[in-house]
């Protein structure tokens, strides 16, 4: 079964937040939100997790509505860092557990396992205002899957980490989709979103403009990157039929083409030319999808 | 229900361990102990010296009968027969020999006396001396004129005033004197304790509340757990902290009055009598407590809710005690009047009901119904302020903007509306 939006929408007051939004978040799967900020990402996952009614429309999780009773399958990190300051970390995380419905001997367990595998086990009595931001984050982390969510919901989890903690959370993320859990998260760094989803939707103005798995969103993109390096000037290309844009680089350049078969003929142009150090076709990059539909202003 | 006790277990120890707690509760015992021992203190540091005052008396019978009366009374000062001259004595006085002296001359009626001192600052023993000197003047004039000392003592006799209380048709009797004193001293303390509880607790209640948000850990609590049972989990944790540290004051100062009975704080408190009461009047008192706490701290959980920012709990905080102020006014206002009719309106206006209407059943004999319908409308208006404050807080949380403002309420309502 799956997490269902189904024709959603939530107003606050005059202004639209969500707007007729309808998803289906497959199971075992990452899904990933994408959008500007103030797309309505947050908005949707507090409706999700139902801390917001929707004013209009469903959301149900394997065909039931979300409700206090079954809090205990979800976890949930914010998109701000939602933690006591004052509170060591064992206290805090074995408060939160216990609110997800865990004992403590079995949080303190998870707890050991997870520091563990963060690098982190001298924290376990530090205050969290003594943590640096990368480790407040991690401890975030924690206290979302510490109860072993089925539906696991992170609000711009890699957002200000240096690339060493993102690369961590990412392994951790993929982990646990792996052990079956269902993850939704929210996004603007493309790359991440590229490298673990299979399944996304880009929001704007709490519109989708795009939703769907990451293949066949980019074979539905139709157009295609074509890089190629040259010891001649390139810049004749730009003026072929089928070529959509030309980026110029020192070495040569990114051509984005209409589709495949024009790669054949600027093949046969470059090739009469002179030497070709270069000739790579490759599929769109997240980043141009999300540029072209949400427009140039955001990038 | 689980996550209900969780949270309230939360609260309770969280804030239980918390330096501030101990060190207020500390604090609070240490004033019991002083409090206690105050004339002991006073002792410790009060001049054992016995201050002397020269007597010069020219009549030659005045003096023995003076010093007999100063023996008598147990003063801080003894008197001198001083043989030398007044010149001599003012300069003794200037030596810092004695404070004063006094000189006492025959005259026409009587005697006439004059007091020397360098010390005009200290009035007391003036005054004393011419208490004495006044007293042997009556015995001395009326001796003269022949009365029996006797009829000197019936004339200053007090006169004999006693009230009574007319019995009732249902064979009741109106309140006592001694029994609508010990009550009014009972008001008294209700109206310090609610006042410290509602001030002191229900602004914990506002910071952790405000914390909590300020923190955003609010969002991960509401995401795991219902926003009213949290909500009354803090309210009711919170009390139950509020109740231990009063447990541990009562227990210290019942401690100290023990230790203590033989004493004249021991002797205060049995004057003060508080075991004249009736049990339904503790009773009442113990209702209308909880019931006024829960009632202001539900408001002010429903207010905490509403601000970001830990540094505007304080602006929230007034309006609440501008109200808990107005009631300790009326009920001052009702101590000496509690039949007037502005009290009897006040008594049934929720916010004062607890110290008002508490007020009147301990002066008057109000009928059962009044006291019925108080509550009722007690219990509805924080049944009420329950329901909106946990709309409020539902919502509340998930706001974030500076300052609190009407428009806020409103967003915090309309936030957490199912369906608009």
């Keep these: 079964m799956t997490l269902q939006i189904n024709r959603v929408t939530k107003r606050f007051g005059k202004f639209t937040a969500v707007d007729d939004l309808s998803i289906e978040i497959p199971e075992k799967q990452i899904f990933g939100f994408l959008g500007a900020n103030g797309a309505g990402k947050t908005t949707t996952f507090r409706m999700i997790l139902g801390l917001l009614d929707p004013t209009e429309g469903k959301i149900t999780w394997e065909g039931k509505p979300i409700n206090y009773d079954r809090t205990d399958e979800i976890g949930y990190l914010p998109e701000e860092r939602g933690l006591y300051p004052k ?20 949080i303190l367990v998870e707890l050991n396992k997870w520091l563990e595998r963060f690098n982190i086990t001298d924290y376990l009595e530090k205050k969290v205002e003594e943590l640096s931001k990368g480790n407040q984050q991690k401890i975030q982390f924690i206290s979302a899957v510490i109860h072993k969510p089925r539906l696991l919901i992170l609000d711009e989890p890699f957002s200000g980490l240096d690339p060493v903690n993102v690369e961590l959370l990412k392994n951790a993320v993929i982990a646990l989709k792996e052990e079956g859990t269902s993850i939704v998260f929210s996004s603007h760094q493309m790359s991440t979103v590229e490298e673990l989803c299979e399944y996304l939707c880009i929001m704007q103005h709490g519109k989708p403009i795009v939703h769907g798995s990451l293949k066949e969103i980019k074979r539905s993109f139709g157009k295609k990157n074509l890089f190629i390096h040259a010891d001649f000037d390139l810049t004749f290309l730009k003026d072929l039929p089928g070529v959509v844009s030309q980026k110029l680089f020192p070495e040569g350049c990114k051509l984005q083409i209409e589709d495949e078969s024009v790669s ?22 997240l980043n141009d999808i999300f540029i072209e539909k949400v427009g140039e202003s955001y990038a | ?134 007293q042997i003047k009556v015995v001395m004039a009326t001796n003269e004129a022949g009365i029996d000392p006797a009829v000197i003592e019936s ?50 209640i506002a910071m952790d509340i405000a914390n909590e948000k300020s923190s955003r850990v609010m969002e991960i609590l509401i995401s795991s757990s219902a926003p009213i049972s949290q909500m009354f989990a803090k309210i009711i944790g919170i009390a139950l902290l509020g109740l231990t540290q009063i447990l541990i004051f009562i227990v210290a100062a019942y401690y100290m009055i023990q230790s203590r009975q033989s004493d004249f704080v021991g002797e205060f408190f049995e004057v003060f009598g508080f075991s004249d009461i009736s049990i339904s009047t503790y009773v009442y008192a113990v209702v209308f407590f909880l019931l006024g706490y829960l009632l202001y701290a539900t408001l002010f959980a429903m207010l905490g809710s509403l601000v970001s920012r830990v540094e505007d709990v304080g602006q929230l905080m007034t309006p609440i005690i501008l109200l808990i102020v107005a009631a300790f006014m009326i009920s001052m206002f009702g101590i000496n009047l509690p039949e007037s009719g502005f009290v009897t309106i006040t008594s049934y206006i929720p916010f004062f009901t607890p110290l008002v209407m508490f007020l009147r059943i301990g002066l008057l004999d109000i009928p059962i119904w009044e006291v019925a319908l108080s509550i009722a409308i007690l219990v509805g208006s924080i049944i009420i302020l329950g329901v909106i404050g946990a709309r409020v807080y539902r919502g509340g949380v998930l706001m974030y903007g500076r300052g609190v403002s009407l428009k806020d309420f409103k967003r915090a309502l309309q936030l957490s509306k199912k369906d608009q």
């Design chain 1, 264 to 285: 054949q003929s600027i093949l046969e142009a470059v090739h009469k030319k002179g030497f070709v150090r270069k000739f790579a076709l490759e599929e769109p990059s």
């Design chain 1, 87 to 106: 509170l060591k970390v064992k206290d805090q995380i074995v408060y939160l557990g216990r609110l997800r419905g865990m004992e403590k001997k079995e």
């Design chain 2, 1 to 134: 229900m689980h996550k209900f006790w969780i949270v309230l277990s939360q609260t309770y120890t969280s804030r239980f361990k918390s330096k501030s707690f101990i060190i207020t509760t500390l604090l609070f015992i240490a004033f019991v102990i002083l409090a206690g021992n105050l004339d002991r203190i006073i002792n410790l540091f009060a001049n054992d010296d016995v201050e002397n005052i020269a007597v010069i008396d020219e009549t030659d019978q005045l003096y023995s009968m003076l010093e007999e009366q100063v023996e008598w009374s147990e003063l801080d000062f003894a008197l001198e027969d001083y043989q030398g001259t007044l010149e001599q004595a003012e300069e003794a006085v200037l030596a810092g020999e004695f404070v004063g002296v006094l000189h006492l001359q025959s005259d026409d009626e009587l005697f006439l006396a004059e007091y020397y001192t360098d010390q005009l600052l200290n009035q007391s023993y003036q005054a004393q001396l011419t208490n004495f000197l006044q």
């Design chain 2, 155 to 204: 004339i200053y006799e007090p006169v004999s005033f006693e009230t009574v209380a007319i019995e009732l048709p249902d064979g009741t009797t109106a309140r006592s004197e001694e029994e609508i004193g010990v009550t009014r001293g009972l008001v008294y303390v209700m109206l310090f304790v609610l006042y410290f509880a509602v001030i002191n607790y229900g602004n914990m």
